[in-house]
């Protein structure tokens, strides 16, 4: 199993630089799992700088893979990752739901960099 952070999905909506390396994985349906909390982010980014319409499309492709949404045990599981990682709330959010689902996630994330399971891209110039 894959799940591309928000970074990835941006990139990969934007055409950017680095959207060729979740190009595979996205395409991959079957094998990928897809956070609310991303389809959130995702959202307000692409509605903040394209409208709604572009938003709800691209939300629209998300939800051809399997949405995650945040329980109780991902809450759990990230409030511990959140404290021993120093990770921003969403961030540790999008990890648990990784490693609950023993999946590999796919970033541009610096914070995730050096991660187990975590493929890590460093963001290039002019990527989103």
Not at 29 to 47: D, G, H, Q, R
Request: glycine share 4%; aromatic share 10%; no cysteine.
């Amino acid at each position: 199993m894959n799940l591309v952070d928000s970074s990835g999905w941006i990139e990969y909506f934007a055409k950017g630089e680095n959207a060729r390396h979740f190009l595979s994985v996205i395409r991959a349906k079957e094998e990928l799992l897809v956070s609310t909390v991303n389809i959130y982010e995702v959202f307000k980014k692409i509605y903040r700088e394209f409208g709604e319409t572009e938003a709800l499309r691209a939300v629209s492709y998300m939800r051809q893979a399997r949405v995650v949404a945040v329980d109780d045990k991902i809450a759990v599981v990230a409030a511990k990752l959140s404290a021993e990682l120093k990770l921003p709330m969403a961030d540790s959010l999008i990890l648990a739901t990784a490693r609950l689902h023993k999946a590999v996630l796919w970033t541009q994330d610096a914070h995730f960099q050096g991660l187990p399971n975590v493929r890590y891209f460093p963001k290039t110039y002019g990527s989103n």
